[in-house]
């Protein structure tokens, strides 16, 4: 018998041979090409912003210059033009690009916008109107070509009404400047029709573009009813598919909307679903799905603590993948016009809460491993590090607890949003209880037994408050806040108790282990019982051995005794008798004030 021989395997060497075959086996490649967003982007960025159709036809032609260039399909040479069109022979193989469909749609946008520059012109010269028609008329054929090469199997569904949807436009735009009313409304209805059944099956952020080509083709379709006399090729668009003229759109839709679900993920959240397109995002969110049985396995409360702390670093880099995303897009930056979220906007905030939300678990496991530490040997208890866990130190962690809780009120949609603030609300009084009993700990160990009784109290208040409320199923704060209750009880009338004795006396104060310190030696009290602990070291008071010296009055006795025996000397001599008259001299030093008078 003889056995036929793949003269291919012959030809290659086995291990060629099996690759040629699994090439030969491969699928194709599918594309996919958004043509109005694509088209529309360009025209934004290239002129039409301002309406200059001309500097967009000078764009298109340098575009379809590179990519003849890149794509390797020059037509001709220097000296020589041999025109070379895109087939689908260019889409199949090894060398398959999508970029070489982007040629027939370039082509096409610019001679439209050649067709529209010369719409401008003929308002002044009347012969452009011919020049006008035959540009659209190009326009058409290209966009013809870009259709035939979309309706092969190298392309999607979307790709596929997408092009549809563009062919009708084009044509409707032709008939509309040749005033073939009918034919013009018929095109631009169809075309319409595709983009609203796209808008559908598309995620909400891709919706925008198409909702605003369909009302830009509305004018168009009602200026074609007023010339034709009626309504009457618009009213049912069931009758255009009985017709034939698109047969196959829910075929199309149905496979569209199964890629969209295939490709871009969705998670709903407080009742909205947000459509996830980065790839960072959608891997964070698959990751997530099983968090709670991973943390649930791990040994102890540090494992816990690890886990999480991954799952944060992959959280962060997936808000930092959208705020990229919405950089790139200004127009992703501003809300809707009622002030409600984009897509793209709800799904940071989904992803910020979610960050919170981790960061808030990580934190009560923290303060569960310091509780751990704390109950295990008292106030002294010392963590597996070494250091000294006190109450102060587990306030400090439920103090960034709250602060998580006020990053979550300010998260951005949602400030005014009261249901989801009474949420948050609640959730923040349950800490409020755990971070006041620790503070009133704090002031326990400090022997502040008034203030610890207030806080006592104020804990109470928000322990009995956050029970009423049913939101901290999530993190299984009910028990505990139970448990903290009834421990308050018991300490409460302890450091109440306390505060009572402290005013009575400095005694029973002391009594208590509050020791007060003095200078008096100890003779001068030993009818007080006082605990000093000086007198137990190498120089206590007890008596002062060198007496302090006192002031005392002074007695100048000697003086007084002395002066009984002094004689003084007789001065008669000296003094002049005032019964003797001092004449006329005397007279002038008294007036002059060169004597004065004897006393």
């Avoid at 799904?347 to 979610?354: A, K, N, P, Q």
């Amino acid at each position: 018998m003889s056995e036929e021989i793949n003269p291919k395997s012959q030809e290659l060497p086995e291990g060629e041979a099996e690759t040629a075959e699994n090439d030969e086996n491969q699928a194709p490649k599918v594309f996919t090409i958004e043509v109005l967003c694509m088209i529309k982007k360009s025209q934004q960025q290239h002129g039409l912003r301002h309406g200059d159709y001309q500097r967009y036809r000078g764009y298109c032609s340098r575009r379809v210059k590179r990519l003849r260039k890149t794509l390797h399909l020059p037509q001709g040479d220097r000296r020589h033009y041999k025109k070379k069109d895109v087939t689908v022979a260019h889409l199949e193989g090894k060398g398959a690009d999508e970029r070489f469909v982007h040629i027939p749609l370039i082509l096409a946008e610019r001679a439209w916008a050649y067709a529209m520059q010369l719409r401008q012109e003929s308002n002044t010269e009347p012969r452009k109107k011919f020049h006008l028609v035959s540009k659209l008329k190009k326009a058409v054929v290209y966009a013809h070509q870009l259709q035939d090469l979309c309706n092969t199997d190298a392309f999607d569904a979307r790709s596929k009404l997408e092009c549809e949807a563009y062919v009708a436009w084009m044509e409707g735009s032709l008939k509309f400047e040749l005033g073939a009313w009918r034919e013009a409304a018929e095109n631009l209805k169809k075309a319409q029709l595709v983009y609203q059944n796209l808008i559908q099956a598309l995620p909400e952020e891709e919706q925008i573009i198409y909702k605003a080509k369909v009302d830009e083709l509305a004018p168009s379709l009602r200026y074609c009813a007023y010339n034709i006399g009626g309504n009457a090729s618009m009213d049912d668009l069931l009758e255009m598919r009985g017709q034939g003229v698109l047969n196959n759109l829910d075929a199309l839709i149905a496979q569209t909307k199964t890629q969209s679900l295939e490709t871009l993920q969705t998670t709903e959240w407080r009742g909205r679903k947000v459509t996830v397109r980065p790839e960072k995002v959608r891997l964070f969110l698959i990751s997530i799905q099983d968090l709670a049985k991973t943390v649930d396995k791990a040994k102890d409360n540090q494992a816990k603590i690890e886990i999480i702390e991954d799952v944060l670093i992959d959280c962060k880099d997936a808000i930092t993948a959208v705020r990229d995303e919405i950089k790139q897009d200004p127009k992703l930056r501003t809300a809707s016009e009622d002030g409600a979220l984009t897509g793209i906007q709800y799904l940071l905030s989904y992803l910020s809460h979610t960050r919170l939300m981790l960061t808030l678990e990580r934190n009560l496991y923290m303060v569960a491993q310091a509780k751990q530490s704390f109950e295990e040997s008292g106030a002294e208890a010392r963590s597996q590090e070494g250091k000294r866990v006190r109450p102060q130190d587990i306030s400090r962690l439920y103090e960034i607890i709250l602060q998580n809780i006020v990053e979550l009120q300010q998260l951005q949609g949602f400030e005014n949003d009261a249901k989801y603030q009474a949420e948050i609300n609640e959730l923040a009084l349950a800490f409020k209880a755990f971070r006041t009993y620790y503070i009133a700990l704090t002031l326990i160990n400090l022997k502040r037994w008034k203030e610890a009784v207030a806080l006592y109290e104020r804990s109470t208040k928000y322990a009995k408050e956050a029970l009423q409320s049913n939101k901290m199923n999530q993190f299984n704060l009910r028990a505990e806040l139970t448990d903290l209750v009834k421990a308050i009880e018991g300490s409460r009338f302890s450091a109440h108790a306390y505060s009572v004795l402290e005013d009575d006396s400095s005694d029973s104060s002391a009594l208590y282990g509050k020791q007060s310190k003095t200078t008096k030696p100890l003779f001068e009290r030993l009818s007080e019982y006082r605990e000093d602990p000086s007198l137990l070291t190498k120089n206590p008071n007890v008596i002062k051995l060198v007496p302090e010296m006192e002031p005392i009055p002074c007695k100048p006795l000697f003086f007084d005794l002395a002066l009984n025996f002094i004689e003084f000397p007789d001065l008669e001599d000296k003094i002049q008798d005032p019964k003797k008259g001092a004449g006329i001299s005397g007279f002038v030093k008294g007036f002059l004030g060169w004597g004065g008078a004897n006393k």
